[in-house]
């Protein structure tokens, strides 16, 4: 939220800062805590509930947008940039559960995304224990044969 909020106000004014809480175009003057913050809130062009801003996110916004990018981050990642932000192991009888998607799903799919983690040994998995976004699901080809845009995925991990 900070680098979205710089890049703004700096050289991007055009930028526009969707939340997955249902805040669009977004122009912070301080710092939120959360995506739900009411100083967020106070300062953004349209607040719609979580459920229609997914759907307007999906179809109108974000389908065609050549210049997109995205933040999420997770619990663990995979090599193919599929993120878990649901549950640590089995997800019936989790050892650890989560907030989950959020609109995190919704954003790596339609999104170009950089995702943030901690550099941690226990967050880098050869294999992931619950996909809560997708990234290249197994790699070339695997966001199509799954039905997902394959002209959007992510671009880099940043620890």
Request: net charge positive; charged share 20%.
């Amino acid at each position: 939220m900070i680098g979205a909020s710089v890049a703004k106000r700096v050289f991007a004014p055009k930028c526009n800062i969707i939340v997955e809480s249902g805040l669009m175009d977004c122009s912070p003057i301080e710092v939120p805590r959360s995506v739900g913050d009411i100083r967020f809130m106070a300062h953004c062009g349209v607040q719609w509930p979580n459920i229609r801003f997914i759907g307007f996110e999906a179809n109108e916004w974000l389908h065609d947008t050549s210049r997109l990018i995205a933040f999420i981050g997770g619990a663990q990642i995979d090599p193919y940039g599929n993120v878990n932000s649901t549950s640590i192991g089995d997800y019936n009888h989790p050892k650890t559960r989560f907030t989950g998607s959020g609109g995190a799903n919704g954003i790596a799919t339609y999104s170009n995304t950089i995702i943030m983690m901690q550099h941690e040994k226990r967050r880098f998995m050869q294999k992931i224990d619950y996909v809560t976004s997708a990234g290249w699901i197994d790699g070339p080809g695997g966001r199509e044969k799954k039905g997902l845009p394959g002209n959007r995925g992510p671009v880099m991990v940043v620890t």
